[in-house]
């Protein structure tokens, strides 16, 4: 087939570089104008322009994809479908209905569920057993087209969203080229979604980080793995930022300290108080300092049992 390629992050690489050795004509990659990045706010290309240039591929960077300028540009490219994945724009009817097979995107989450911007990430915070990846013919709602393929993926307990991210996305190229092939046979069987279950995946922010330490130990837990790597779970010791990697639920009968507060320290880690339970924090990062594991930290910072978290 001529594909038209829509993508901006890490995610939609793979995709677009599997459509590319399947064999399929990439006849324009269109993503996001560059950023500026760094101290120095130089501006570097997305993931994805990197990708196509490094195969020889056309890139298309418009500001507003809306604007009559675009989807004029669109409308003379040849194609016979467009494929969408992790664009970043909202893409409007004239060009939904451009091309002979429409347009289809790459959603990492098992539609219905998590429809929205962050699938992967909400799937870790909530305690998910499972995600995967849903092939859909977009239509003008937020994720709401006709499904067309589906792969289920369990998630690890130990489960991060980059870890997530990793997975779906190589899920999502190999899903994608079995869909545009079934596509091009007229095999596939469109499903409808329905209404029920959904789950709305809304737009991570650094905001959404801040530990509150009056939740239960799981919820935290599952916060620091969902927003591992970006945008990362923190919280404060003594004024200075203080970011938490990595860690592990501690049962507990009654609670031992004020929520926060750090309960004892070893060798190895640091037990800190939450509203149910408490978390046994294993990797952290200090404002201005390195990643590093509790141990490091510990050698190098004096934190004493007592101490309280978030002030």
Known sequence: MKVIFMGTPDFAVGTLKALHEAGHEVTLVVSQPDKPKGRKQELSPTPVKAAAEQLGLPVYQPSKI????????????????????????????????MKKYGCINVHASLLPRYR??????????????????????????????????KETVPLEEKETGGSLFDKLSRVGADLCVKALKELEKGTIVPEKQGESPTAYASMLTKEMGK???????????????????WPSAYTKLNG??????????????????ECGEILNTTKDFLTV?????????????????????AGSFLRGNSVSAGTVLGV
């Open 66 to 97: 809306r604007a009559e300028e675009s989807i004029e540009y669109l409308r003379n490219v040849e194609a016979d479908v467009i494929v969408v994945a992790a664009f970043g724009q909202i893409i409007p009817k004239a060009i939904l209905e």
């Open 116 to 149: 929205g911007a962050a699938p992967i990430q909400w799937a870790v915070i909530n305690g998910e057993k499972e995600s995967g990846v849903t092939i859909m013919q977009m239509d003008e709602g937020l994720d709401t087209g006709d499904m067309l393929l």
């Open 211 to 229: 530990i509150d330490w009056t939740k239960d130990a799981e919820s935290i837990e599952r916060l620091v793995r969902g927003l591992n790597p």
């Open 240 to 257: 200075k930022t203080l970011k938490i990697w990595e860690c592990k639920v501690v049962r507990q009968d009654a609670s031992k300290g």
């Open 273 to 293: 108080q939450a509203g149910k339970d408490a978390l046994e924090v294993t990797e952290l990062q200090l404002e201005g300092k390195k990643r590093m594991d």
